[in-house]
């Protein structure tokens, strides 16, 4: 069993940068793929970017791409996203997941979910 908690959401201006983080539960954490999902309002949730436990690939959505860097911890059981110049339509209610695999996560498929943080963009 992992819980995972999201931390680091808020208001920013566009332009502007935030870190999100997602604290792990258990002592497995290493071995599963991770990643970052986002359901704007009125929108369907969407895959933003996975880290693979494999071989520490990373994978983004191409809408986020060169903005958000994903990364992870294993010795502190943490997740980061690191998002850069964020625009109004980054906004969005933030999970962090976990899955056996990275593709899990593409897909949506994870296993975990977290409870998610609120990340708002102003123009």
């Known amino acids: 069993q992992v819980q995972l908690v999201e931390s680091g959401g808020g208001l920013v201006q566009a332009g502007g940068s935030l870190r999100l983080s997602c604290a792990a539960s258990?002592?497995?954490?290493?071995?599963?793929?991770m990643g970052w999902l986002r359901r704007a309002p009125g929108k369907e949730r969407e895959f933003v970017a996975a880290?693979?436990?494999?071989?520490?690939?990373?994978y983004y959505a191409d809408s986020v791409k060169g903005r958000f860097t994903i990364s992870r911890d294993n010795a502190k059981n943490t997740l980061y996203l690191q998002m850069n110049s964020l625009k109004p339509e980054d906004t969005a209610v933030y999970y962090c997941?976990?899955?056996?695999?990275?593709?899990?996560?593409?897909?949506?498929?994870?296993?975990?979910w977290g409870q998610g943080t609120q990340v708002t963009v102003s123009s």
């Open positions: 997941a976990a899955a056996v695999n990275y593709y899990r996560i593409i897909q949506q498929l994870a296993n975990y």
């Open positions: 258990g002592r497995t954490f290493s071995m599963y793929a």
């Open positions: 880290f693979s436990a494999s071989d520490n690939s990373t």
